[in-house]
């Protein structure tokens, strides 16, 4: 039985012996980068794609405020976004938008930045809203900002698996320390952090640009990174762009597009003696709410 078989197979066994009001909450997985520029979007879509390849049904939360990036690289413009849940016009369900291969979006709209100003009654439908999502996705990546901003780390805060993406090249590797020793510093309990290395030219720069990355967050900050792999720099991703259509999809043999099927399987290495913590998106934006 190859992998994705065995991780089908896996999730549904968990999923039938559960009682209704014990399902699996979905896996809520943060990606971001410590600056902009490195392909961090278009690790978010193409991931979702092979999971969806997977068997796994997957929701892309565009936390990006003000770029609309999931949406410019699909070539879809959303008719609503979570604002639209927020005022009570539209549904959870509602603002979910369709996108290639079953992968569904939700455009974050100035919503996710109105979180903290929502009264208590709004906070009630808002958390009834989102627990939805759990029963909708197996696995919701929040795409967030670049850089070191107060929302970009307080998403990364309230998740409990972060995705770094970084590439080669010496200020984006010091800026995605950066970021982490910021989380570090103000989380309570910081989320697992996960490496990719994008856009590499050798075969082992990605590994040796994440063991100089882990040895100093192990050294200055006690904290252990996951090494999930690295993604050839590819011409194909860049015509693929220009298409407005996920590489996975228009060249879905081209080397990028192989070396992120094999970053998804090592992120969907689902083991029972270190599963990840997630309680969901209810619990997501509860913690996001409490973060001040």
Known sequence: MDQANRLRDLF???????????QLAARVITVTSGKGGVGKTNCSVNLAIQMRRRGFRVVIIDADFGLANIEVLLGIVPRYS??????????????LTEGPEGVRFISGGSGLRELANVSDKQMDFLMKS???LDTLADVILIDTGAGISRSVVN???????????????PTSVTDAYALVKTVVEEATEPPTFKIVVNRTEEENEGSEIYEKLNKVAYRFLDVQLEYLGAIPYDRDLVRAVKRQTPVTLAYPIAACSRAIGRVCDRL??????RQPRSAGIFSFVKRLVNIR
Do not use: C, Y
């Open 82 to 95: 979570l604002a639209d849940v927020l005022n009570g016009s539209r549904t959870m369900e509602e603002v």
């Open 12 to 22: 549904q066994v968990r999923t039938e012996a559960a009682k209704p009001e014990m």
């Open 130 to 132: 989102f627990t939805a």
């Open 268 to 273: 969907l290495d689902i083991k029972e003696e």
């Open 155 to 169: 998403f990364i805060r309230a998740s409990s698996e972060a995705i770094i993406v970084t590439t080669p090249e």
